[in-house]
């Protein structure tokens, strides 16, 4: 069993930027990958960062250059910076990874981030 929980979201203007932080907990030996997915109002989850072993990591096109996914290992804590953000960024967003043998994927509960002036 793996818990994570997310911090950092909030209120930001356009423009500014934000680090959200997922710490997790419990057999966090057996993680795999960790990811960020975000949920805006009336739309789909959709992944926004993961990395892999290695520090392997993937972003979607539309956001590569403005997010950044990082990984302490020895605080088990994935990290997203987040920079120039707009209004369209707005959303909950979660933090996911898959850990344990056969493999299952946890959630955490979610961070609301607002960006407006």
């Known amino acids: 069993q793996v818990q994570l929980v997310e911090s950092g979201g909030g209120l930001v203007q356009p423009g500014g930027s934000l680090r959200l932080s997922c710490a997790a907990s419990g057999s966090t030996g057996s993680i795999s990958r960790m990811a960020w997915y975000r949920q805006a109002p009336g739309k789909q989850r959709e992944q926004v960062a993961l990395i892999a072993s290695g520090d392997w990591t993937t972003y979607p096109d539309s956001l590569k250059g403005r997010f950044t996914i990082s990984r302490d290992y020895a605080k088990n804590t994935v990290y997203l910076l987040m920079n120039s953000l707009t209004p369209e960024d707005t959303a909950v967003y979660y933090c996911?990874?898959?850990?344990?043998?056969?493999?299952?994927?946890?959630w955490g509960q979610g961070t609301q981030v607002t960006v407006s002036s």
């Open positions: 996911y990874c898959t850990a344990g043998q056969p493999l299952r994927a946890y």
